[in-house]
């Protein structure tokens, strides 16, 4: 049952892959959805067996990978408790959003290799969750990162996709690089890549110190933030974060599956993973936890002025990754991981509602030519509705209990860099309130800019009715299809019914998975639930702690929840020419965040620019100058020269060809006598 899990989507991937041409787009759909579906029913009997039961944990061996010396790698499938929670997640929203993108998709030519690349990307996933040793974890890290690739860049023809493929590649290359160091330095100090031994191993490494740069420095602290880089570069944070909103000019259902069950989420998985390590390195946690606050924060402020409805959601996105990084280096890692059980639902379901928005729009994405659809679409704003509660943690939703509990235990816990985390979780709270409702009330309240005639003329003018003016730096990127549907000539409508069935499941997820599961999770059921899966040090009472906290700060998330809605509110229900007048008057702000922080002009200016120039200063300086002209070119050239001069011996006068023997004779008699004379 385990192997059917993981391998039915690649069986899916190479049917639809290299028999796609021959069986058609239909069939090819049927039979992706048709196996993701049975690897989730299978993957919920495995969460009710081995979490919610008594059910062991166990590794299911499928045979010898490779062996080099000592180093023995297996394939094997480790399933515990961790497994099947990510399990449960990483099937069910992939397999809605295969059954979403059967509708979603239906006028794209290119629907086999679309479905081929989902199910690899699924694939690729569950090798990751399941593996039992770090090589085997790295494999599916790395097709993770390719399947990305393939998504992000599915509609290959748009330079603007191209482009935004390679940046998601180059960036996790960076942190992969970090990673592979990792697990390098972890079968140094362990001998062993098992997560069995190392784990076993852990304890008596802590304090040890390795050599580097001259300097001695804790070996677990190197190693772990070594590890915690790649996750840095997988799940988009600070600093390593610029590929996420890119990441948008894949198709939408896309989006959904990088932001809500995969990818993303493989940097948390990690470090939960590997808690062992991390539990015996303070100091990295303390990394984890500025990092998470920090990315908190900073995404937050972004997405209050993107005009692009899945850009709202995307820094959204990159926002909660940080709050579960936040709870992992508190040492709260069920709290990391409940954020993540939960978020990957109602996440799941913002993408694949703005999907159904922009389908009805006819694959326009901007807010401000939206408006006025709660009346067109409403079962879709019924959704999305329901989303946005879950997400700003509207009281006994499934975002209420666990966005707020990793803020309470931020405030409960003596972990250096905890404070920091918790304030900067708090203001990202009151921030993802009003950017979650603007969305709303952007799309789905208002004048409808759709609106015959209408539609011509509201981005015409900077700082229009939703107060934000036009981005210097905004490219076209309307989610389309290869048919390239106007964005004007439209009378929004309701999305087909494959499409709205998965928000429906979605839905009840993002309402009730946190109180159905936050006992088993971060509650007293929790050493029950996680049965050793998740390692929690002798001193680490941080579930405990968190319940002591004062009443008052415990209600901070939900008060400033409130408020981000109020404001929200006012600025574009009750009086819509506040943003605008405020965006004049605080323009420099305005334009910093609008602008993304200016990172990519920095990392272009850093990084970019000098790569390329250093790149075309070999090609024409080292390999045109250098190597060409003085060798295989250079030595080229210097042949043809001389045999362009001894062509010239060749005349065809007898007189000449006479003369030369004659010359010929002398010379020999002239040596032979020379010599002779010695």
């Not at 030519?369 to 879709?380: Q, S, V």
């Not at 000539?489 to 009840?508: K, Q, R, T, W």
Request: hydrophobic share 55%; net charge negative.
């Amino acid at each position: 049952m385990y192997a059917a899990i993981v391998f039915l989507p690649l069986l899916g991937f190479l049917i639809a892959g290299l028999f796609g041409w021959k069986i058609g787009a239909r069939v090819s759909e049927i039979v992706t959805t048709g196996l993701l579906f049975v690897s989730a029913a299978l993957s919920w009997i495995v969460f009710v067996n081995v979490a919610l039961g008594e059910g062991p944990a166990s590794v299911s061996l499928l045979g010898n990978w490779f062996t080099s010396g000592a180093v023995k790698v297996d394939w094997s499938l480790k399933i515990d408790s961790l497994t099947a929670v990510m399990l449960v997640v990483v099937t069910t929203v992939s397999s809605l959003v295969h059954f979403y993108s059967i509708g979603y998709m239906h006028e794209d030519p290119s629907r086999p290799r679309f479905f081929a690349y989902l199910s690899l990307f699924t694939f690729a996933m569950l090798m990751l969750v399941t593996a039992d040793n770090l090589v085997q974890l790295f494999f599916g890290w790395e097709g993770v990162g390719l399947a990305s690739y393939l998504l992000i860049g599915f509609w290959y023809e748009k330079p603007s996709a191209n482009a935004a493929a390679i940046k998601a590649f180059v960036v996790n290359r960076i942190g992969d690089f970090g990673f592979a160091l990792g697990i390098f330095l972890v079968f140094v100090l362990t001998s062993s890549i098992s997560f069995e031994q190392i784990f076993a191993a852990a304890p008596g490494l802590a304090h040890k110190t390795i050599h580097v740069f001259s300097g001695d420095f804790d070996a677990l602290t190197i190693t772990c933030l070594l590890l915690f880089m790649g996750a840095m570069g997988k799940s988009a944070q600070f600093l390593l974060h610029t590929w996420l909103p890119d990441a948008m000019e894949g198709p939408t259902p896309v989006s959904a599956l990088i932001h809500a069950a995969t990818m993303v989420t493989a940097g948390v998985f990690l470090v939960a993973r590997l808690s062992p390590l991390f539990e015996q390195a303070p100091a990295a946690l303390t990394f984890v936890t500025i990092i998470g606050g920090t990315t908190a924060f900073f995404a937050a402020t972004i997405g209050l002025v993107q005009n692009d409805i899945k850009r709202v959601i995307a820094y959204s996105t990159c926002s909660q990754l940080g709050y579960m990084f936040v709870g992992l280096g508190v040492g709260g890692y069920s709290l990391g991981i409940f954020h993540l059980f939960t978020h990957a639902f109602f996440k799941a379901l913002l993408f694949l509602g703005a999907g159904s928005v922009i389908h009805a729009m006819h694959h326009e994405q901007d807010m401000r030519n939206m408006g006025g659809l709660w009346r067109k679409i409403p079962f879709t704003f019924a959704m999305m509705t329901i989303g946005t509660l879950a997400l700003t943690g509207f009281p006994y939703t499934a975002g209420y209990f666990s966005k707020d509990a990793i803020i309470e235990a931020a405030f409960a816990s003596h972990h250096k860099g905890a404070l920091y985390g918790f304030l900067m979780t708090t203001v990202a709270a009151g921030l993802t309130s009003f950017y979650s409702w603007r969305l709303v009330f952007l799309t789905f309240f208002g004048k409808p800019v759709w609106a015959a005639g209408a539609a011509h003329s509201a981005p015409a003018t900077d700082h229009s009715a939703s107060g934000h003016g036009s981005d210097p730096h905004h490219h076209d990127e309307h989610d389309h299809d290869a048919h390239g549907h106007g964005a004007h000539d439209l009378n929004p409508h309701e999305s087909p019914f494959v499409m709205l069935l998965p928000l429906l499941v979605l839905a009840i997820g993002a309402l009730f998975a946190g109180f159905w599961f936050h006992h088993d999770f971060i509650g007293e059921g929790a050493a029950e639930f996680w049965k050793g899966a998740l390692y929690l040090g002798p001193d680490n009472h941080i579930l405990e702690e968190r319940e002591d906290i004062p009443r008052l700060v415990a209600q901070v998330p939900t008060i400033l929840m409130g408020v981000g809605f109020v404001v929200a509110l006012y600025f574009y229900i009750l009086a819509p020419k506040t943003p605008a007048w405020l965006a004049r008057h605080a323009h420099h702000l305005y334009e910093f965040l609008l602008n993304k922080w200016y990172f990519d002009e920095l990392y272009d200016f850093l990084f970019v620019r000098p790569a390329f120039w250093l790149g075309r200063f070999f090609w024409k300086e080292g390999d045109g100058a250098v190597i060409d002209r003085l060798g295989p070119d250079g030595v080229a050239a210097r042949v043809v020269d001389v045999t362009g001069r001894v062509v010239k011996l060749q005349s065809g006068y007898i007189y000449q060809y006479a003369f030369a023997m004659l010359i010929g004779l002398a010379a020999v008699i002239t040596w032979f006598l020379v010599g002779g004379v010695r």
